[in-house]
């Protein structure tokens, strides 16, 4: 009889002397004696090991045996033990070839083990027997409790389902061998949950048990189930998990009011469209099951309301319709059904999903501000009109019986206050400064109205508001420009009629003026021999080449006026001037460099900032330049002064004509105050010469025939002259009179002091001197000639 932990190993040996081969079966029986059986056989095989998991004995737990039929008992064979766990987990006697295991094993980590064994000869350490493989399986013992892995779990049905109906299916694992016995055979229960459901202990499918479970009754379960091993078997194993269930709401309640009669009090004042009052039914059913819709059946009711559902309350909101009159009518009695909108026709059978209550409206007089004849006025004025130009007007009247007449104004607080007024008896709005469409073509102003003698300040429900929108119309104020965001580039390679650009044009007008563009060049100015324009007659014009070859080099850039003219009435037109930049381009026109572009590109400046740099730098310049001017031409003052006089000094540098030149301007008068008071009205003409009868005395000097004239007073009537002269510069002068005084028997010796005299000298000498004196002497021959005369 074998135990249950011993093994049987077949070993095939091959006689190598030989050509003959035996078989060798050795049985360890249970007394530990060896059974050796016989049978002819090529090779030799190896049979499975099978080893216990979790033993947890004492001593290792034996294995198995190898032998050979080389091995006499005389211990010459040595056995060896190679592979998975070999030396670690499984060890081999050399001389018996008996296999232990060291170590408790664990089927669920490691189900086999695969090793290979071989018979040495212990002296020569030859192989007598070829390396041979087996398994060593590990066997399963129940060692491993079911498990729910994704416990616990949530599931949900639908309330007054029928029994049976499948609700969650749980699945436990076990970690057992399923091939082996029933350790990983699991049977399911139900621990917690009855009778309100059940499991299959098979499938663990979890189905209902109790018939018209409702929700509005109960409407969570917590169910506890259990897994166990070994076929629901004493002592197996076991794991329990719980699966929260939750009742799903059905239509199954209909809606119902608290009361069947309702009152509500509602102002004439209400306004139309706003809620005056709110009704509500109750629904036990949740989510869209309780969903309600509300509705006036009656006609009386529903002519003059209507009820929406609030969605988030499930209110019934009642609004007013139309007017209420106090005068007319003062009570109203409506009709008012609650209905589910989603009906499930499975419960058709508890009845009608609706419920019907009756509400009575009473109308409270009040004082009722008045009303405007229109709930918005829109009016229009032209732009740039006069101040005090009308826009439009409001009207309103008292609704009430009085009928009291009404005033008008505006909100003071609105910007519309700046532009308009309003009458306040006739409700006339006009203009209160011109306005401007370009700036703000539409205004929006509030007119409000109330009693005359009513005081709203303190009771603001009696004032009415109505928005008054002003359109402002435009007129044609604006002149058209050329709508250039960037300077046009010109290449290089153009050619004469090849277009370089299209340009626009824009105007702050709207389209009504400014949708039509006519384009030019300045008619004023002589003809652009670089650049012409083309009117293409549809609001743009294409700037056209007139000659070829341009050198960004020679000149870079150049710039072109446009005029341009609008369509409006009367026809606005305006120039503008246009940059135009030379740079070289690859083929196609592509624009290949631009060398002011790439400096400013590379200098990290602008097109403005190089500009503004460059004009700092001439004017400096040109700030150095006209100091080192000055300083050149300065010359030495004719006074040398301390002080600093504040005056200015004319200065002629006039050549004059020679001695003889008196006629230009008459020195005399520097020379000799008496002769300058005789010439004063003619100093243009030369002086008469006075003709004496007597016979000739000796020449006397001019001074000495001239009476004696006070120096001081002649200053002083300088003075006066130089004060009422108008001819002379707006500004201080400087006049110097050289004065040699009175009083020298000797006279001058100039002949300018002696205009009226001749001279005695003879110049004829001059005409031997030769040519080079021929002009002298013919200038003294004609003097002489003349004094003769």
């Known amino acids: 009889m074998y135990l249950a932990f011993s093994q049987t190993l077949r070993l095939w040996a091959m006689n190598l002397r030989g050509s003959t081969r035996t078989t060798f079966f050795s049985t360890k029986l249970a007394n530990g004696e060896t059974e050796v059986h016989h049978r002819p056989k090529r090779g030799w095989i190896w049979n499975q090991f099978f080893v ?18 080389s091995d006499k008992g005389d211990g010459s064979v040595r056995y060896i033990l190679s592979g998975e766990g070999a030396g670690t987990i499984f060890i081999i006697d050399e001389v018996t070839g008996d296999i232990h295991a060291t170590k408790s094993l664990d089927r669920e980590r490691k189900t086999h083990y695969v090793l290979h064994a071989q018979a040495l000869d212990r002296n020569t350490e030859e192989a007598l027997e070829p390396k041979s493989e087996f398994i060593i399986k590990v066997q399963d013992i129940n060692d491993n409790a079911p498990k729910f892995p994704d416990g616990p779990f949530v599931a949900s049905v639908p309330e007054m389902s029928e029994v049976g109906t499948s609700v969650f299916q749980v699945t436990a694992t076990d970690a057992d061998d399923p091939t082996y016995g029933n350790s990983a055979r699991i049977v399911y229960s139900i621990l917690q949950g009855q009778p309100y459901f059940s499991v299959d202990p098979k499938t663990g499918i979890i189905r209902t048990a109790l018939a018209n479970m409702d929700r509005e009754a109960r409407e969570h379960y917590a169910v506890v189930i259990q897994a166990k091993d070994m076929a629901g078997q004493v002592g197996g ?22 009361q069947k009669n309702y009152q509500l009090y509602v102002p004439e004042s209400a306004q139309v469209g706003k809620p005056v009052g709110k009704i509500k039914a109750n629904d036990e059913d949740a989510g869209i099951n309780a969903e309600i819709k509300y509705s006036i059946i009656n006609s009386e009711g529903a002519n003059m309301f209507s009820i929406t559902t609030d969605r988030d309350t499930r209110e019934g909101i009642i609004s007013l319709k139309k007017p209420l009159n106090y005068e007319r009518k003062k009570t109203y009695t409506l009709h ?32 009722e501000p008045p009303v405007f004849s229109m709930d918005y006025y829109i009016m229009d004025v032209y732009e740039n009109a006069h101040i005090g130009t009308e826009v439009g007007a409001v009207t309103a009247r008292d609704p009430d019986s009085r009928n009291s007449p009404v005033r008008y104004f505006m909100d003071s607080k609105e910007e519309g206050v700046r532009y308009f007024s309003i009458e306040e008896d006739s409700g006339v709005v006009r203009t209160t400064q011109p306005l401007d469409r370009e700036d703000m073509p539409w205004h929006n102003i509030t007119v409000m109205a109330s009693e005359v003698g009513r005081y709203p300040d303190y009771n603001p429900s009696l004032l009415s508001h109505v928005p008054v929108t002003v359109q402002v119309l435009d007129v044609n104020d604006n002149p058209p420009e050329i709508a250039a965001d960037e300077e046009v580039i010109v290449c290089e390679s153009s050619r004469p009629g090849q277009v370089i650009q299209t340009v626009t044009a824009v105007d702050k007008d709207d389209f009504a003026n400014g949708q039509r563009f006519s384009f030019a060049l300045p008619s004023q100015l002589p ?9 293409n007659e549809d609001s743009t014009a294409s700037i056209i080449a007139r000659r070829r070859r341009f050198n960004h080099l020679t000149q870079e850039l150049y710039e072109l006026p446009i005029v341009v003219w609008d369509g409006g009435e009367p026809s606005l037109s305006g120039t503008s ?63 040398i002064s301390e002080e600093d006089i504040r005056e200015n000094v004319v200065t002629y540098d006039d050549e004059g004509g020679g001695e003889e030149d008196t006629e230009a301007f008459d020195i005399i008068a520097l020379r000799n105050p008496a002769a300058a008071e005789e010439l004063k009205f003619r100093r243009d003409v030369r002086p008469e010469v006075r003709q004496h009868c007597g016979p000739p005395r000796g020449r006397r000097s001019p001074s000495v025939e001239l009476d004696v004239v006070d120096v001081h007073e002649f200053i002083k009537q300088r003075l006066v002259e130089a004060d009422m002269d108008t001819s002379v510069p707006p500004y201080d002068s400087l006049q110097t009179y050289a004065y040699e005084g009175q009083g020298s028997p000797t006279g001058s010796i100039s002949s300018l002091d002696s205009p009226g005299t001749h001279s005695e000298q003879d110049y004829n000498y001059l005409d031997d001197w030769g ?9 003294y021959g004609e003097a002489d000639s003349d004094v003769t005369t």
Do not use: W
């Open 771 to 779: 040519p080079e004196f021929q002009k002298l002497a013919e200038l």
């Open 577 to 639: 001037t246009l940059t135009l930049r030379v740079c070289p381009c690859q083929r196609h026109g592509r624009i290949r460099t631009c060398q002011g572009e790439a400096f400013l590109s590379s200098a990290g400046l602008s097109t403005g900032a190089l500009i503004a740099i460059l004009l700092c730098i001439v004017i400096l310049l040109a700030i150095v330049v006209l100091f080192i001017t000055l300083r050149r031409s300065k010359k030495e003052p004719l006074i």
């Open 527 to 535: 003809v652009n021999p670089n650049f012409t324009l083309k009117d």
């Open 336 to 367: 008012i059904e609650g209905m589910n909108t989603h009906i499930d026709p499975r419960f058709s059978y508890l009845g009608s999903f609706k419920d019907t209550a009756t509400l009575k409206i009473t109308v409270g007089d009040v004082d």
């Open 237 to 258: 194993l076991s794991g329990s998990t719980t699966i929260n269930i939750t009742l799903t709401d059905v239509n199954d309640n209909p809606p119902k009011f608290p």
């Open 52 to 69: 216990l998991e979790e033993h947890m004995g004492p001593d290792a737990q034996y294995v198995g045996k190898l032998h050979s039929n």
